[in-house]
T-cell receptor, first 115, second 115 residues
Framework: SQKIEQNSEALNIQEGKTATLTCNYT??????LQWYRQDPGRGPVFLLL?????KEKRKERLKVTFDTTLKQSLFHITASQPADSATYLC??????????????FGKGTLLTVNP | DTGVSQDPRHKITKRGQNVTFRCDPI?????LYWYRQTLGQGPEFLTY????????KSRLLSDRFSAERPKGSFSTLEIQRTEQGDSAMYLC?????????????FGSGTQLSVL
């Protein structure tokens, strides 16, 4: 079955630096991958979607890469700010069967940006 | 568009009691999902509706769990004879059937504590 790993449970960085979060997956080739942000006590909020034929996607200070050979996505936040502190989740569609839009989530990485 | 609304935000119950949660999706969204999230984990898929039809249920959803979406609008998730292991955040999400259908919009969740 598909497996998603977000390598770091927690990441602490200094304000202004670039945060890089990793999402690895095994056992299949997803058509796309998504990243969500989750604040404590709230539901996840969609950030970016990248498709298998896209190498990189950007949105303001966010950048996502998708390496289908390495089966890995990197999520970057440049010029990080304390307000970026949150848990970041990667999510993938199912390997086969069922709703194409039923997502499987990683455990998330808790990012803390220190002032 | 007021986003996905869930009620109640918090529910404390005693083991063996029945509980019901409500989700109001974004009005034009025809797809509705229920997820469950425990501390330190990503959301786990429970069930999916397209309009009023329940199209998929996870094996996580025991016979004590039932979900409905009458008339394809709001949805309810009922847990009968609650157990301590049911303590979790129950998240509802909705999505649109057209462009951008892969993106899920989550509510703030219902935090269930079973004593």
């Amino acid at each position: 079955s598909q497996k998603i790993e977000q390598n770091s449970e927690a990441l602490n960085i200094q304000e202004g630096k670039t945060a890089t979060l990793t999402c690895n997956y095994t056992n299949y080739s997803p058509a796309y991958l998504q990243w969500y942000r989750q604040d404590p006590g709230r539901g996840p909020v969609f950030l970016l979607l990248i498709r298998e034929n896209e190498k990189e996607k950007r949105k303001e200070r966010l950048k996502v890469t998708f390496d289908t050979t390495l089966k890995q996505s990197l999520f970057h936040i440049t010029a990080s700010q304390p307000a970026d502190s949150a848990t970041y989740l990667c999510a993938l569609p199912p390997a086969s069967g069922g709703s194409n839009y039923k997502l499987t989530f990683g455990k998330g990485t808790l990012l803390t940006v220190n002032p | 568009d007021t986003g996905v609304s869930q009620d109640p935000r918090h529910k404390i119950t005693k083991r063996g009691q029945n509980v019901t949660f409500r989700c109001d999706p974004i009005s034009e969204h025809n797809r509705l999902y229920w997820y469950r999230q425990t501390l330190g984990q990503g959301p786990e898929f429970l069930t999916y509706f397209q309009n009023e039809a329940q199209l998929e249920k996870s094996r996580l959803l025991s016979d004590r769990f039932s979900a409905e979406r009458p008339k394809g609008s709001f949805s309810t998730l009922e847990i009968q004879r609650t157990e301590q292991g049911d303590s979790a955040m129950y998240l509802c999400a909705s999505s649109f059937g057209g462009t951008g259908k892969e993106k899920l919009f989550f509510g703030s969740g219902t935090q269930l504590s079973v004593l």
